[in-house]
C-alpha cells in the first residue's frame, strides 16, 4: 500500500510532464513564426537559450549556495556540450532557420518523424535491438508521408527553398540523436544542471550560426516588434525553461521511445494555431501525409504492444476474477 502511495505522486508528475511537452511544444512552432518576422532565426535562438540558460544557471547557483563550483557537479561537461549543440543548437536553431520558408504546420510534421529516427540509431549505434516487425512497418510508413512531404513542398508551402528542406532534416536528426545521447549521459540528479549546461551550448552556437549566416550585419534592433518580443519571452519561459526541462527529466523516468510521443500531438496543434493565426492552407496532400507520418510514428511508439496478448492477459484475469 505505501509503495503505491509512493508511486502515485511521481505518476502524476509524469502525466503533466507529458501533457506539458505535448501542448507547449505544438505552441512554439507559432512562436517561432512570430519571433522570425522582425528578429532574425539564429539571433532570436540564440537569445532565447542563453538568457533561458543564464536564469536557470542563477537559479542553480542560489541552490548551491552560491558556490559555482557545485552548479554542474556531477555533469559531465563535453557530453552536455554535445548533447547542447544537437539539441538546441542543431535540433532547434536549425527548425527556427527553416521556418522562414517553410509553414509551421509542414515543419511540425517533419519533425513529427523523430521518433523513427530515435528508433533506427537506437537500433545502430546504442542498445543494438532490432526493431519488431511492427516497427519496421512504422518506419516505412512514416518515412513515406515524409517523403511526400519533401516531394511535394512547393505544393505545401510555396515556394520553399531546397536548402530549407536540408535543414529541417539535419534539425531532426540532431534532435534524434542529442535525445539518445542524453538518455544514457543524465540522471535525474544531474538533469537540471545537464539542461542549463547544455542551452547554453546550444545558444553560444546559434550565436555562432548567426555569424555565420551574417544575419548581424542585417540585424535592426529598431525594427523588433512587440509580437516578435512576446514570442521571444515564451519560448524562453516555456519553449525552453519548462518544456525543455521536463522533457530532459521525462528521459529520466521514462524510455526514449516513450518521451518521443510528443511528436504525435505536436503537428496537430502546430497546423491548427497556423492555420487559425498565419492562415497556412491545409490541403488535402498536407492531411495525407499527415495520416501517414503519425500512423507510422504510431506503430513505432507503440510497437511492443501486443494486442492479442493483451486481451489474452484481460482474459486470463477476469477468469481468475471469476473462479474467485
Not at 254 to 281: C, D, H, R, W
Amino acid at each position: 500500500m505505501s509503495t503505491q502511495a509512493s508511486n502515485s505522486p511521481l505518476s502524476f508528475r509524469i502525466l503533466l510532464g507529458f501533457a506539458a511537452i505535448y501542448v507547449i511544444w505544438g505552441t512554439t512552432y507559432l512562436g517561432i513564426a512570430f519571433a522570425i518576422q522582425t528578429i532574425p532565426p539564429f539571433i532570436s535562438g540564440a537569445v532565447r537559450f542563453l538568457l533561458a540558460g543564464a536564469a536557470m544557471y542563477a537559479w542553480l547557483r542560489v541552490k548551491s549556495d552560491n558556490k559555482s563550483d557545485k552548479v554542474f557537479a556531477g555533469v559531465h561537461l563535453p557530453t552536455a556540450a554535445l548533447v547542447g549543440v544537437l539539441l538546441s543548437g542543431i535540433g532547434n536553431g536549425f527548425v527556427i532557420w527553416a521556418q522562414q520558408g517553410i509553414p509551421s504546420g509542414v515543419a511540425a510534421l517533419i519533425v513529427c518523424s523523430m521518433p523513427v529516427l530515435v528508433l533506427v540509431l537506437d537500433w545502430i549505434l546504442f542498445t543494438r535491438r532490432a526493431p519488431s516487425p511492427q516497427g519496421l512497418v512504422g518506419v516505412a510508413i512514416a518515412l513515406a508521408g515524409v517523403v511526400t512531404i519533401v516531394a511535394h513542398t512547393h505544393e505545401l508551402s510555396g515556394t520553399a527553398q531546397p536548402l530549407y528542406l536540408v535543414s529541417m532534416l539535419a534539425a531532426t536528426v540532431g534532435w534524434s540523436f542529442g535525445t539518445l545521447l542524453q538518455k544514457r549521459s543524465a540522471n535525474s540528479q544531474t538533469v537540471l544542471s545537464f539542461t542549463c549546461a547544455q542551452m547554453l551550448i546550444g545558444g553560444v552556437f546559434q550565436t555562432i550560426m548567426a555569424t555565420v549566416d551574417g544575419e548581424w550585419a542585417r540585424f535592426d534592433p529598431a525594427g523588433i516588434s512587440i509580437v516578435s518580443l512576446l514570442a521571444v519571452a515564451y519560448l524562453i519561459v516555456f519553449g525552453s525553461i519548462i518544456a525543455l526541462n521536463v522533457y530532459l527529466w521525462l528521459l529520466t523516468r521514462v524510455s526514449a521511445q516513450k518521451v518521443t510521443t510528443y511528436a504525435l500531438v505536436n503537428p496537430v496543434v502546430a497546423m491548427l494555431l497556423g492555420s487559425i493565426f498565419l492562415n497556412e492552407k491545409i490541403t488535402m496532400l498536407a492531411v495525407i501525409a499527415a495520416m501517414l507520418v503519425l500512423a507510422g510514428v504510431a506503430l513505432v511508439l507503440f510497437q511492443d504492444l501486443n494486442p492479442l496478448r493483451l486481451l489474452r492477459d484481460r482474459r486470463a484475469r477476469a477468469a481468475r476474477i471469476s473462479s474467485h
